[in-house]
């Protein structure tokens, strides 16, 4: 699901059981939680490093909240599942995830980079494109009544 928030937009991405163990089990996924220069930061928040840097990067295990827009240059990420014909062609061992079809990187279920792009661009350095993370803002959930809320500051 995707929702505006302010200037942007925000993607709800509801994991499954099988999604969260994977990501769980596979701790050698690092998480890079610098901040490109490009992002507005005084227009998008962004949530605590506590939340940034955990092992899912969320709230709730099932619930993945980010900012829609890569942390490469701000190009629209899009959900690729793990059978997706896309999929198979950027990786064959696509697991699901994102992918920023901009710059060709994709990312897992907690918005980790996990595959590179195959031609990089030559006037940014290679960390740009390949190791940041997807942004995720501040938020809360609130099981009770089986909602999220964005917070603006």
């Given at each position: 699901m995707e929702v505006s928030f302010g200037t942007e937009k925000v993607g709800i991405y509801r994991r499954s059981t099988l999604e969260v163990n994977g990501l769980s089990s596979n701790p050698a996924l690092g998480v890079d939680d610098e901040i490109p220069g490009w992002w507005p930061r005084n227009k998008t928040p962004l949530a605590a490093k506590e939340v940034a840097t955990s092992t899912l990067r969320s709230l709730s295990d099932d619930l993945f909240v980010f900012w829609l827009p890569s942390s490469v240059y701000g190009c629209y990420v899009k959900h690729l599942p793990k059978n997706?014909?896309?999929?198979?062609?950027?990786?064959?061992?696509?697991?699901?995830?994102?992918?920023?079809?901009?710059?060709?990187?994709?990312?897992?279920?907690?918005?980790?980079s996990v595959v590179q792009p195959k031609v990089m661009d030559e006037t940014a350095p290679p960390k740009t494109l390949t190791s940041l993370s997807l942004m995720i803002p501040p938020y809360q959930v609130i099981k009770s009544i089986e909602s999220i809320v964005l917070k603006c500051s």
């Amino acid at each position: 699901m995707e929702v505006s928030f302010g200037t942007e937009k925000v993607g709800i991405y509801r994991r499954s059981t099988l999604e969260v163990n994977g990501l769980s089990s596979n701790p050698a996924l690092g998480v890079d939680d610098e901040i490109p220069g490009w992002w507005p930061r005084n227009k998008t928040p962004l949530a605590a490093k506590e939340v940034a840097t955990s092992t899912l990067r969320s709230l709730s295990d099932d619930l993945f909240v980010f900012w829609l827009p890569s942390s490469v240059y701000g190009c629209y990420v899009k959900h690729l599942p793990k059978n997706s014909s896309i999929g198979k062609i950027i990786s064959k061992s696509w697991a699901g995830g994102f992918f920023d079809p901009c710059n060709g990187v994709g990312y897992d279920y907690a918005g980790r980079s996990v595959v590179q792009p195959k031609v990089m661009d030559e006037t940014a350095p290679p960390k740009t494109l390949t190791s940041l993370s997807l942004m995720i803002p501040p938020y809360q959930v609130i099981k009770s009544i089986e909602s999220i809320v964005l917070k603006c500051s």
